[in-house]
């Protein structure tokens, strides 16, 4: 994994290169917008371990392929298909490694700079959001949609989103709403705000730039958080203490777009719901 790249990675759906003092993580299934697979999670690990001892990699650097994201999260037609077909040890096996893997992100001993551009949900949080160093951009659109499919906000998104001022965390988790980069950084999510248009030159300066460094010289000023000017009827609904008075308080909320995330939380699971709003 050192040199410039991984042997025989053109074929691989994650490719390992290194560059200077920086080693580089890239998903690459853009067809499927890089979602995961158990295949990739163990891959990553693997290179993270020996990144890790490695003393000529100073940095670790995830991005994905293609134009339309990071990662849009975890495979889910593989889960679906192990849930229909098989007894759910392979579904089971995956999560493991990719809570693991989301585990040991949040403590890697080196600089882990996660270039969070375009979409970035789910799984594609847990390989992100827990690094050192999260970049977002202005197109980037970040998620944790799991309540609408009968899920809860997994790879530690519960913890991260508990952590949002007020109740923010709580109405991203419930709705599975996406934001943009200032709402990234307002909940937590996201630590510097790069231009899209600087990222090329931003990740090539890591290879013989101090991360801080390289951060400070493309860093710009991110788009207002949209999530601010709705903190008060959002702190007001979602701090009752269960889902059904959250619906009761939005519904009779003044706010237009209160009485729309009511409909929102209407039509996504009802456990999924409730499970999410204990973890919280």
């Known amino acids: 994994m050192s040199g410039t790249e991984a042997p025989g990675a053109a074929g691989e759906s994650v490719l390992l290169r290194t ?8 998903l690459n299934r853009p067809r499927a917008l890089n979602a995961l697979n158990h295949a990739m999670v ?8 020996a990144w890790e001892h ?21 495979d889910i037609r593989v889960v679906h298909d192990d849930a229909r077909d098989g007894d759910g040890t392979a ?15 949040a403590r890697y001993p080196k600089p882990y700079v996660a270039v969070m551009d375009g979409i970035v949900m789910g799984g594609g949080v847990g390989v992100s959001a827990h690094g050192s160093v999260r970049i977002v951009t ?15 906000p997994d790879v530690g998104g519960t913890h991260l989103l508990a952590l ?10 419930l709705t599975g709403a996406s934001f943009g980069a200032g709402d990234a950084l307002l909940c937590g999510l996201a630590d510097h705000h790069l231009p899209s248009s600087s990222l090329r030159r931003f990740v090539s300066d890591l290879a013989d730039r101090p991360v801080p460094e390289a ?14 000017e709705r903190r008060e009827w959002i702190d007001a609904c979602y701090s009752a203490g269960t ?3 959250i619906i009761r308080r939005l519904l009779a909320a003044d706010e237009p777009a209160a009485k729309e995330t009511a409909e929102i939380l209407l039509g996504n699971s009802p456990t999924a719901l409730k499970v999410t709003l204990a973890s919280l």
């Open 164 to 173: 949002a001022p007020g109740e923010l965390g709580t109405h991203l988790a």
């Open 42 to 49: 163990r891959r990553i690990d693997q290179a993270l371990t």
């Open 215 to 228: 951060v400070a010289a493309h860093a710009r000023p991110a788009p207002p958080a949209e999530l601010a």
């Open 54 to 74: 490695d003393p000529a990699v100073e940095t670790v650097v995830i991005t994905g392929a293609g134009e339309r994201g990071l990662c849009a999260g975890g």
């Open 243 to 245: 889902v059904e008075e």
């Open 138 to 152: 202005e197109r980037s659109r970040v998620a944790m949609p799991e309540t609408g499919i009968g899920f809860v």
């Open 91 to 105: 579904s089971a096996a995956f999560w493991r490694d990719e809570y693991h893997l989301n585990a040991r992100i």
């Open 19 to 26: 560059e200077g003092r920086a080693a580089h993580i890239t």
